[in-house]
């Protein structure tokens, strides 16, 4: 193959195989093979290249084809190298070229620099010659200018002293006290030589004048309306006079502490932090911002620089001030977060505590420089280490108000008439329960991005609160949600579940409710957080291995499993309970033995179907749609209607003979011996079907407890008859198990039966006239509604 119709790095590698071959100084390495055909064809640019068998070789393997294609493409190699070596010697020699016009360059320049040299000694010979004879003429003059210069440096002293009460009388009236302390404190060496003799009037002048100054300084200290770098310079001033400043010492510190309440966070401007979001949402729904100033950040800056600068000026006057300094210093920082921790309370926005902990951070930083003694960083961290663990503490308790005021609308409003009260309260839980925890985790997900040094060294610390956050806002949901059900005792925490209140004080579509959610929160709400707690939260371990991970999903998880399955149990109990009162009152009121012929369906079947199309509307606002699986009955699978429905007939057909009606019942038990068993009650599921089912059975069983109470004569048994006929078709409509409510309905009749003096069934006519009736009259009312 030709070189040119090689890929261009396989070209460029064996061109740099070829060359380093060809200029190989050591034979002994071999090249590289650069191709598989030419280690087949046993490497030809290698030394121990034998053309004779590198011939026999090609001969054997190729055909004449072949071997002509190869001469051309050995033939194009050769002139490729050839080409390549020719451009190899044309750029070394260029190289050649150059070098050698440098050297020449080189040497035309070092040409005559040596002679230069020696004119240049020369030169400098002759300047130190003359120099000398210049310093040898001049030499009595500059001994006598030297000596006039003294006299005239002697002479500006001296008129410096006569000149000094002049100069500090010019001082006291622009206030240039600095200067006049100076001028007073360089002429104290001569005044105490000279002070009493020659300079006497100029000293007790100047003294007068010094007088008035230490007066002016004293009321610039005590001035209010003197900043406190004035005042601390007249201080200085006046231990350079060696005035006794001891005295002056509390009264300066405790100008410091009033300059403290001007850098408190109230009465400062803090700065408000924004962010980015598309969602406002996402700021944190249940974190009311508190209002606040826009910062001028010049004015903050100066104001803890003046303070600053006081510290160091109380420093300097007092060199052994650094304790009470440090408890100045720490007392601000304290004061502040003293401040955020009031703030907390009133439900602070991140933003808020964010520009509050940056005032903080700049106090502390510019107090750090000129007070290192007082470890303010780490006092700091340990103040915002509080600070912070309560601002999440308090966010998850924030988090838990939200999701009990969205569950309890439905007690502050349970008349309002609103049809989907309870889905709105169900929903706006969710959100509460979701968005609430999505809106903490971008809260502490701020946190933990801020870059804030305050805040770096509390990440793992933060991880750890906001995983415990969570954990211990499951546990509080845990618990809120069974006191509002009325089965958790807050006596005996710590027995759990007991019988608390229950009847009018717990609303039973509140206990669906928080079913519902408890599902919901378990296979929706957990796997979320855990996912999110896993991407943006994980690490941390500050809390230490002994005291297991801060946040148990699988623990949550079987908690609210459990829970859920209690609040819709009890919820069934709470309507089949409300449900039983009304059929106590239906069979102990009334006197069966006594009871008249059956006119019409008696009106507590209305009673009875109103409160269980209220259970069906919660239950329809709450829980969804189960799969289709009505149960119905058949005669050929051994039902209650073929063992009960033979001796019915035969009863109506032997309505004369009360004994063989009585024999009738006895051979219906023993029918019931040989029928197939059937199973009434379920595993209760969370959907609408299931709970309805449980709740009409359960009422059923009620009804059929309460007719084994009482005695009937023939008619009170017949009223029963009508009754439950009528109430077999509706109940069917709303229940997925026909065959169990065929099958208690059934067991109803026969215990009225066993109960009855005279068990006479109703002539089926008369029984279809009557439910129709019912029916009639029914329709209109729906009608006329």
Known sequence: MATEDLPLDDKAKRMR?????????????????????????????????????????????????????????????????????????????????????TIKRMKNNIVGMEMNMEQLLEKILSVQSRSDRVNTSLFEKREHIEK???????????????????????????????????????????????????????????????????????????????PIEARAEAVVLLKQLDFPVDSLKAKLLEKLEYFLEDLQLESREVETVSWDSDEPSQLGKFLDPIPSIPLETTAKK?????????????????????????????????????????????????????????????????????????????????????????????TFSYLVHDVLEALTRIQTRPNEGEVCLLQVALEASKKAVIQGSMDVLLNCRRLLDDNLGLLVRLRDFIIDWVQEGFQEFFRALDV????????????????GLVDGIQGDKVIAGLVLVLAQLSVFIEQRAIPRITEEIAASFSGGGVRGYEHGPAFVPGEICRTFRSAGEKFLHLYINMKTQKISILLRKRFMTPNWIKHKEPREVHMFVDLFLQELKAVGSEVKQILPQGINRKHRRSDSNGSTTSSRSNPMREDKMNRSNTQHARSQLLETHLAKLFKQKMEIFTKVEYTQESVISTVVKLCLKSLQEFVRLQTFNRSGFQQIQLDIQFLRSPLKEIVEDEAAIDFLLDEVIVAAAERCLDPIHLEPAILDKLVQAKLARSREQTTSS
């Open 148 to 226: 006039l210069h003294r006299t005239r440096n002697l002479l500006r002293k001296v008129q410096f002293i006569y000149d000094l009460p002049t100069r500090l009388g010019k001082c006291i009236k622009s206030e240039a006290y600095t200067d006049a302390v100076r001028f007073f404190t360089g002429a104290m060496p001569i005044f105490k030589v000279y002070g009493d003799s020659s300079f006497q009037d100029c000293k007790r002048a100047s003294e007068e004048a010094m007088a008035i100054i230490t007066k002016n300084l004293q009321e610039k200290l005590f001035s209010d309306s003197e």
């Open 302 to 394: 100066v104001s803890i620089n003046e303070f600053a600068e006081a510290l160091h000026a109380y420093r300097v006057i007092f060199p052994n001030s650094e304790e009470q300094l440090i408890e100045l210093a720490q007392n601000l920082l304290t004061r502040h977060f003293e401040t955020i921790q009031q703030h907390i309370k009133k439900k602070i926005s991140l933003a808020y505590l964010l520009g509050m902990l940056r005032v903080i951070w700049t106090d502390m930083t510019v107090m750090d420089e000129v007070l290192p003694e007082a470890a303010l960083p780490e006092f700091s961290f340990q103040a915002v280490h509080g600070a912070i663990k309560k601002y999440i503490t308090s």
């Open 17 to 101: 195989d070829l060359l380093s071959s060809f200029y190989s100084s050591d034979p002994s390495i071999p090249t590289n093979a650069t191709s598989a055909k030419s280690l087949s064809l046993d490497a030809i640019n290698t030394l121990s290249f034998d053309p004779d068998q590198y011939m026999n070789l090609l001969i054997q393997k190729s055909n004449l084809e072949g071997l002509l294609q190869r001469h051309v493409e050995m033939a194009a190699e050769i002139k490729n190298l050839d080409t390549d070596l020719q451009m190899l010697v044309y750029e070394n020699y260029n190289k050649f070229i150059s070098a050698t016009d």
């Open 480 to 495: 809120h949600f069974l006191s509002l059900s009325g089965r958790y005792n807050s006596t005996s925490q710590e027995q």
